[in-house]
Nanobody, 126 residues
């Protein structure tokens, strides 16, 4: 049974930091590219950061470049998102997702992801 479970969300003041984690099971984690998405109320889902299966390639949305860092530990079946210099506009539900291989990181869209977590809420106060 596939499980994707996010953790690490919470309430933080603007300028603060959070580290999200995503633990996966039920599929071969190292055979999948991984990504973080977010969705705020009334807004479309946004791809935040993606990482290739080997961690050699990464992609960041312009809105988070230089502030967020995606990483993975294949030995622990875990994906991370380090979020620094948080802004109120980063407030959203954050989702972890897995995409099978065959896509370049920069070309990934939400439709390419086959496994999704339930999300973890990040709220940034001003």
């Amino acid at each position: 049974q596939v499980q994707v479970v996010e953790s690490g969300g919470g309430l933080v003041q603007a300028g603060g930091s959070l580290r999200l984690s995503c633990t996966a099971s039920g599929f071969t984690f190292e055979d999948y590219n991984m990504g973080w998405f977010r969705q705020a109320p009334g807004k479309e889902r946004e791809g935040v950061a993606f990482i290739s299966w080997s961690a050699e390639d990464t992609y960041y949305a312009d809105s988070v470049k230089a502030r967020f860092t995606i990483s993975r530990d294949n030995a622990k079946n875990t994906l991370y998102l380090q979020m620094n210099s948080l802004k109120p506009e980063d407030t959203a539900m954050y989702y972890c997702a897995a995409s099978d291989l065959g896509h370049t990181i920069v070309d990934l869209t939400a439709e390419d992801f086959v496994y999704w977590g339930q999300g973890t809420q990040v709220t940034v106060s001003s």
